[in-house]
Structures are given as C-alpha cells and as structure tokens.
C-alpha cells in the first residue's frame, strides 16, 4: 500500500481570490493535521500562458506567503516552490511521451485558455496536464486537494499514472518496485498510485461576481469580479455590494437557488467561510433581502480574511524568510523527487 500524501499546487500568477482560498488553501490547512503534505507554487506552469512576467519571483514569495500566513506549516510540511526541483520537468517530459495527444486535445481549460488561436496557444498549454500530473508522481502522492476546475486534469493524471504502470508492468515487476493497491474492488500492482483527487463542499466552485456563469479567477480583467485575498474591509464590502443578484429574496431551501447562480454562488462564499452547510446559511438568511444579505457576507469576509492578508503583509516585508522557507523546502522535495526518478530511469531503461 502507498503512504497517504498530500499534494497541491498554486500558480504564481496574479492575485489569489477568495476561489483559491476556499476551493484550495483552506483544504491545505485543514489536511496537514493528519496527512504528510507538500505545497508547491507552481511557477513553471505560470509559463504556459504567458513566457514573460513582470515579477515571477515577487509572485512566487506572495503565493508562499499566502500558505504560510493561512497557517500552513513549512516545519511539518514541505513547502517550496517546482523550479527548485528540476525532476518535475524530467517526469513531465517522460510522461510527455506516455499521454496521448488526443488526451491532451480534449481538456476543457486548454480549449478555453488556447481560445480561438489554437495553433498559436504554446506548446507547454497544451502539455499543462502532463507536468501537473508529474508534479503529482514525482512524489507518488495519493490524495490531491484541489477546486472543481480541475477535476479533468486528475483524471488525466490517473489515465497517465495507469498507462505508466500497464506498459512497464513486466519492468516494474522484475525490478520490484511494484506496490500492491485496490481500485475499487480490483486489487492491482503498479509503480505510481491512482491518485485521488479531494473536491467538494460548498465553495469547490466559486463563481465571479459579476457573472455566475465564469468562475472567479486570477486571470478576469475585472477587479470587481473576484475578493482578492489582500483586498481591505472597505474594497471587499464594496465588491460585495457591487456583486450581481437578482431582486428575488433568499430561498428558504438549497431547491429554490437551482436557477439563481448569482445568489446560489453567495451562499456558498457564506457557507464557505462559515464552515456550515448552504441549507444552514439559507436557515439563517431564507425570506431576507439582498441588502441584509451582503452586509453580513461582508462582514464575516472581512472577519476571515482580514487577519491573512495582515499576516501576509508582515511575511512579504521579510522576503529573505521566504526564501529560506522555499530554500529548505525545495532541498527536501529535490530528495523524495530524485528517489522516485532513480526508479523511473531504471524501469524505463535510462
Ligand atoms: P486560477 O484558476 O485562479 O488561475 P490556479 O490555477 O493557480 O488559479 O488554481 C489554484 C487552486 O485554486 C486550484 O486548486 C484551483 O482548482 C483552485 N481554484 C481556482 N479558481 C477557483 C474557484 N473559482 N473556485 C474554487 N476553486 C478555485
Ligand atoms: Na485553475
């Protein structure tokens, strides 16, 4: 059997949201408590959309100090940023060669970054997948937290982890570097796990606020879309205010916000915060207005996110901390990572 690992990653590119705070980061924090974890920026990938970035480096400190001040644990857990190890992108290139174009062509996020311009979105956009998956491998790590956008790229990691293991099963089993594992009721023999991904809850989707049918995100040209999680009190109420809704009053069951993204997307950021389910913040909120509502959303943002963004602050004035922090834990990764591709050369034959 494989030791339970957590693994997850967040680019360093642009502002992290509310989205990334609930649909990810808090799962983080909650998951280190009985798991082994590694947190990762994935900087590499920020290169996959866009090669030239103002300031790489400046975001990779703020998406560590983010983690940290959230209450991630860089003593416990391994936090670091993926440049630091170079066998991510040797496993990416192996399982390069391992997935099918045709895998690749079929993932959604692809065909909505690529956009209309196919033949010009990079390379590397198109094989985001692969290195993500080996991001994943390279510790074997069986359990990854993540929102529901990226639900099909863990599939994939799955597809990947498989076909690795049905095409050298023979290699792997001469070598015995197999371990045993159950899928489903089959129990099965391979060298990577079958990785589960942890999506859920209230907030595994948090929509934008102006528009319930995109998800928040770092990339929105609109500011007012999304809470970022350095906004101050005054910016998020207003954002809150500001949100789009419609003039009907709060259901008083989960069945009522079915044709109501907009105010379904709400009560979930409540519920998401609060901890409680959406059929409990509906059993405070149901039969009231918008305007009693955003109010308290507001407040109970501010309440949670406020003493992050404070902490942040404080972290980033220190970027020598940082470093020291993604320094030791770059080292220690650099060690389970190159373990694992001693493994990989010898069952491959390099
Ligand atoms: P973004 O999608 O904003 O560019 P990343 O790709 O770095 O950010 O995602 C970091 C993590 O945050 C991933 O686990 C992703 O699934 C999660 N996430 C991103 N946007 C949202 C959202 N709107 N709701 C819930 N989770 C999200
Ligand atoms: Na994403």
Same mark, same amino acid.
């Given at each position: 059997e494989f030791q339970p690992l957590v693994f997850s990653g967040v680019q360093p590119t642009g502002n992290l949201h509310l989205g990334n705070y609930l649909g990810a980061i808090r799962k983080f924090v909650a998951l280190q408590e009985t798991n082994n974890c590694i947190y990762c920026v994935v900087d590499l990938h @920020? $290169?996959?959309? #866009?090669? /030239?970035?103002?300031?790489l480096e400046g975001q990779t400190r703020s998406i560590t100090a983010a983690f940290l001040a959230s209450g991630i644990d860089p003593k416990k857990h391994i936090v670091f940023n993926?440049?630091? /190890? $170079?066998q991510h992108a040797e496993l990416a290139w192996i399982f390069n060669c391992v997935a099918r174009i045709g895998w690749m062509n079929r993932m959604t996020q692809f065909k909505d970054k690529a956009g209309k311009d196919r033949e010009n979105a990079s390379l590397g956009l198109l094989a985001y997948p692969s290195l993500m998956a080996a991001d994943i491998l390279?510790?074997?790590?069986?359990h990854v937290p993540v929102g529901d956008d990226q639900k099909q790229h863990l599939e994939l990691t799955r597809d990947i982890a498989q076909k690795f293991n049905n095409d050298f099963s023979d290699r792997i089993a001469e070598l015995g570097l197999g371990v045993e594992m159950m899928m489903g009721e089959e129990k099965v023999n391979g060298f990577f796990p079958i990785t589960e991904p942890i999506i859920g809850g209230p907030a595994a989707r948090i929509m934008s606020l102006r528009d319930g049918s995109k998800k928040m995100s770092k @990339?929105?040209?609109?500011?007012?879309s999304r809470i970022n999680l350095t906004d101050d009190a005054d910016t998020i109420s207003k954002k809150i205010k500001k949100a789009k809704t419609d003039p009907e009053a709060l259901p008083s069951?989960?069945? =009522? $916000?079915? @044709?109501r993204p907009e105010a379904e997307n709400l009560v979930g950021i409540y519920a998401g915060l609060a901890e409680i389910s959406k059929q409990d913040v509906l059993n405070e909120f =149901? =039969? #009231?207005q918008f305007s009693v509502f955003k109010p308290a959303l507001a407040d109970l943002a501010v309440e949670k996110l406020a003493p992050i963004a404070g902490e942040m602050r404080r972290l980033i004035a220190d970027p020598a901390y940082i470093d020291s922090v993604l320094r030791d834990g770059g080292d220690r990764a650099r060690m389970l990572a190159e373990g694992t591709m001693k493994s990989v050369r010898q069952i491959i034959g390099l």
């Amino acid at each position: 059997e494989f030791q339970p690992l957590v693994f997850s990653g967040v680019q360093p590119t642009g502002n992290l949201h509310l989205g990334n705070y609930l649909g990810a980061i808090r799962k983080f924090v909650a998951l280190q408590e009985t798991n082994n974890c590694i947190y990762c920026v994935v900087d590499l990938h @920020s $290169l996959t959309a #866009q090669l /030239v970035h103002d300031d790489l480096e400046g975001q990779t400190r703020s998406i560590t100090a983010a983690f940290l001040a959230s209450g991630i644990d860089p003593k416990k857990h391994i936090v670091f940023n993926q440049a630091r /190890v $170079l066998q991510h992108a040797e496993l990416a290139w192996i399982f390069n060669c391992v997935a099918r174009i045709g895998w690749m062509n079929r993932m959604t996020q692809f065909k909505d970054k690529a956009g209309k311009d196919r033949e010009n979105a990079s390379l590397g956009l198109l094989a985001y997948p692969s290195l993500m998956a080996a991001d994943i491998l390279v510790y074997r790590a069986t359990h990854v937290p993540v929102g529901d956008d990226q639900k099909q790229h863990l599939e994939l990691t799955r597809d990947i982890a498989q076909k690795f293991n049905n095409d050298f099963s023979d290699r792997i089993a001469e070598l015995g570097l197999g371990v045993e594992m159950m899928m489903g009721e089959e129990k099965v023999n391979g060298f990577f796990p079958i990785t589960e991904p942890i999506i859920g809850g209230p907030a595994a989707r948090i929509m934008s606020l102006r528009d319930g049918s995109k998800k928040m995100s770092k @990339s929105d040209p609109s500011d007012l879309s999304r809470i970022n999680l350095t906004d101050d009190a005054d910016t998020i109420s207003k954002k809150i205010k500001k949100a789009k809704t419609d003039p009907e009053a709060l259901p008083s069951e989960t069945d =009522g $916000l079915a @044709s109501r993204p907009e105010a379904e997307n709400l009560v979930g950021i409540y519920a998401g915060l609060a901890e409680i389910s959406k059929q409990d913040v509906l059993n405070e909120f =149901g =039969g #009231q207005q918008f305007s009693v509502f955003k109010p308290a959303l507001a407040d109970l943002a501010v309440e949670k996110l406020a003493p992050i963004a404070g902490e942040m602050r404080r972290l980033i004035a220190d970027p020598a901390y940082i470093d020291s922090v993604l320094r030791d834990g770059g080292d220690r990764a650099r060690m389970l990572a190159e373990g694992t591709m001693k493994s990989v050369r010898q069952i491959i034959g390099l």
